[in-house]
């Protein structure tokens, strides 16, 4: 049984990651195992643990870092987030082709360690959406939206470190032009 492929989905908050996501994920042609990040961040309403995110303390994050189990990690808004190493390691090792959907500063962290990882940035059509983006979850303060607009910005310039760039206008049309790029890369 070959290695599973590793991939990567990034992109600014809001871009629709987990929309488009949802779109392709079960796909069985793709045979993908979607990742669970670990975060510190308290959980959305509709969110849940061991499903949508690992969530744990900042103190049971910090133990993680130092004992070297995540395969990346950042710090974003005042929370980390991470990928347990372990966990991506047994499912592509199964032959999965293992999804991870995380935040520019971790990928940019997987593209450094596994150059092989199939790395794809999603954009937004404008900025201005974005931001009616962000605002229609209705569940950050007026500073954090303002945070995140302006990381958003600054992450645009990374594009250019992913192999694909796929612009979220429309999901399900993203989420086809994803899944067409998985598919040629699957061996």
Known sequence: M???L???ISGPSGVGKGTVRDLFVNDPELNIAYSISMTTRKPRANEKDGVDYFFVSEQEF??????GELLEYAKFVGNCYGTPKAYVDKLRSEGKNVLLEIEVQGAQQIVDKCPEALSIFIIPPSIEELEKRIRSRKSE????????????????DLISQYKYVVCNE????????????IKRHIN
């Not at 910090?62 to 004992?67: F, G, M, T």
């Not at 303060?141 to 645009?156: C, F, H």
């Open 141 to 156: 303060s007026e500073e954090v939206i303002q945070e995140r607009l302006q990381k958003a910005i600054k992450e645009m």
């Open 170 to 181: 429309d999901a399900e049309l993203a989420s086809e032009l994803i899944s067409v790029i």
């Open 6 to 8: 590793l991939i990567v």
């Open 2 to 4: 070959s290695k599973g």
């Open 62 to 67: 910090l133990k993680a870092v130092e004992k």
